[in-house]
Nanobody
Framework: QVQLVESGGDSVQAGGSLRLSCAVS????????LGWFRQAPGKEREGTAT????????YYADSVKDRFIISQNDSRNTMYLLLNSLKPEDTAMYYC?????????????????????WGQGTQVTVSS
């Protein structure tokens, strides 16, 4: 089992920054892939940034590349997403997730629906 709890969502103006946190606790032997996803009203959930279990490889959606940074702490019990240069179109509920298998689900969006472990979400609102 993997449990995930997000925090850090807020309302900011365009051009601002936020850091989201995801507390990760697990009873599994193997460490999972981790990632951040977002869902805006009326839209499908999409991947923004994912990482392999030890954090050495990261993947980003084109829409957030060079603006968002995914990372983990040394204990691998907290994952972060640093959101820079925020735009109104970044407004969404942001979720952290954990899964086993292929970590680059951003390039395989159909696989997102098979992700087993999700947090409850944290809202990010960007005003112009």
């Amino acid at each position: 089992q993997v449990q995930l709890v997000e925090s850090g969502g807020d309302s900011v103006q365009a051009g601002g920054s936020l850091r989201l946190s995801c507390a990760v606790s697990r009873s599994t032997i193997n460490a999972p892939c981790l990632g951040w996803f977002r869902q805006a009203p009326g839209k499908e959930r999409e991947g923004t940034a994912t990482t392999n279990p030890d954090g050495t490889i990261t993947y980003y959606a084109d829409s957030v590349k060079d603006r968002f940074i995914i990372s983990q702490n040394d204990s691998r019990n907290t994952m972060y997403l640093l959101l820079n240069s925020l735009k109104p179109e970044d407004t969404a509920m942001y979720y952290c997730a954990a899964w086993f298998g292929y970590c680059d689900v951003i390039s395989r969006p159909d696989s997102i629906r098979r992700i087993k472990y999700w947090g409850q979400g944290t809202q990010v609102t960007v005003s112009s």
